[in-house]
């Protein structure tokens, strides 16, 4: 393992210390794992709070910042927040307004996130969630613990960060996020497993030849392996796969994310993008807006997710709208 | 079986049966920090287990947890047995994350929560046990077959009432419970999950001892080893 670290049990403490010196926008609180935003909105407003396991950054962190999270709570590497975590933001951004907890379909992420609600709620602090759970590479199932919340994670805090920015309230905001999530369906190549540091080693092991397609974005096996093919065959299978699972026509809008796992260079997910246009404009589908580059990622594996999210008018509107964080900037 | 002696029995409170030892404060403190010392002794064997069909972080997520619970333990010296799994749960809920903190915190909450301030009775101790597994189904949602913690511990618990209504005491109701969850681990082999990472996997999960259940083992099994 070569690794930029001091050692494995520092890493989560070393990297939000330089969150703190490199985004004087941002409160960092180190010892509790609290990411915030350094100035607090001029109105009330509702909050969002999301977090999960590190090693998918710029998730949840790199979204804190007015239009999108007033508050991120990293785990330990691949392992969500504890309760307290997402109590302590919870009270820190809470203006009155509510708290809008958005949470990633993990088994870990929905008890840590539903205990911190029911202490929240206790102390009189007014709270929703969104489950995001956008992956169709798994079954939504009685046999399944339902499916992972992705790339869909990055639009929900976007859009309704933007809604609850204009002081929309709580019961609207949550509303808004659910949608983008039911509108949202992902699915996800990958060309490498992830090392985790405390790990060592790779997940799994993957032949030089071979892709795991349906990965997940936890170093855990996907749903199937295959032979590597030309980007343009992948994309193409991937297109189709999230497309089986969408409820979208020939006519329809949509937002496209092409997101990196974290070790694929942004020249290939262009590339990845080309094709998933081309494939698209074969199904009469239309990009409405585009997103590239490395949002939800899995530590160093190499691989791409696609997200597609059917469009319409007002969530283009909210899409569109300002925001400041350090990894989404649009003025 | 058990041997008993008035010190145990908890100044004189407790029953007066040498079958009826009654799980006091030190006794569900040696407990803990058996467990402590099995999770730091098994650590690779659980990451590797859960490397297999998760994501490779249970023997390291548990180990935190129980160190933290150690210098809680260090620090506190609780009152009574319901004091020392109280901590024991609300420490691991603070500590561990994942699904295993909450599950296995919600549990010890139970537990601590269900005891009565006095020593408990085997039978008082059952009824803390079955406390605690509601707590696991109640959050996780598991029911057994999933593949999952709730595979051991639902067999350990049946065997621990079994052996408390034929009249054991802690010690003979801990061994079977023991030996009733290592089997239930086993058993997991062959199942497919249909909760937490591993069910992902699909059918892809067959054929792998599950590591919620392993770690469920070494609680009963440090249980039996130190009532015993």
Sequence with gaps: ?????????????????????????????????????????????????????????????????????????????????????????????????????????????????????????????????????????????????????????????????????????LAEVAAVGERVNAASRSFAVALTAATVPAAGKPGFDLPEDEIE???????????????????????????????????????????????????????????????????????????????????????????????????????????????ATPALHRS | MDHDTPDHAGAGTGPSTPEARALDAPLAEAWIRALAAAVDVHQRELTDLDSAIGDGDHGSNLHRGFTAVLAVLDALQPADAGAVLGRTGSTLISKVGGASGPLYGSAFRAMGAALPPSPATPAEFAGALAAGLAAVRRLGGAAPGDKTLVDAYTPALAAFERAVAGGAGLAGAASAAAEAAERGMRATTPLQARKGRASYLGPRSIGHQDPGATSTALLFRTLADVTG
């Design chain 1, 1 to 169: 393992m070569k690794k930029l670290i001091n050692s494995p049990e520092s890493v989560l403490a070393d990297a939000l210390a330089g969150v703190a010196a490199a985004h004087p926008e941002l409160a960092v609180d180190v010892p509790n794992r609290v990411i915030t935003r350094a100035v607090r909105p001029a109105a009330p407003k509702v909050a969002l709070v999301s977090g999960g396991g590190s090693g998918h950054e710029p998730l949840h962190g790199g979204f804190v910042g007015p239009g999108m999270l007033d508050a991120a709570c990293p785990g330990e590497v691949f392992t969500s927040p504890v309760p307290d975590q997402v109590l302590t933001a919870a009270r820190a951004v809470d203006s009155g307004a509510g708290v809008l907890l958005v949470v990633k379909n993990y088994t870990g992420d929905v008890m840590n996130f539903r205990l911190a609600a029911e202490l929240a709620a206790e102390e009189g602090i007014e709270v929703r969630t969104v489950l995001v759970d956008d992956d169709v590479a798994v079954r939504d199932s009685t046999w399944t613990a339902g499916r992972r919340g992705t790339g869909a994670t990055v639009l929900v805090e976007k859009i309704a960060g933007a809604l609850a920015e204009r002081g929309a309230p």
């Design chain 1, 213 to 323: 397609v349906g990965v997940g974005i936890h170093g855990e096996p996907g749903r199937r392996r295959e032979k590597l093919r030309p980007a343009r065959e992948l994309a193409a299978e991937v297109v189709d796969t999230v497309l089986a699972d969408h409820d979208l026509a020939a006519g329809d809008e949509v937002i496209a994310l092409v997101n990196g796992l974290g070790g694929t260079p942004l020249l290939e997910l262009y590339i990845v993008f080309g094709e998933v246009a081309a494939r698209l404009a074969e199904h009469g589908v239309t990009i409405a807006r585009s997103l590239v580059g490395n949002f939800v990622t899995s530590l160093d594996m190499a691989g791409f997710s696609l997200t597609l999210t059917k469009a319409d008018a007002g969530l283009l509107e909210l899409w569109d709208a300002p925001v």
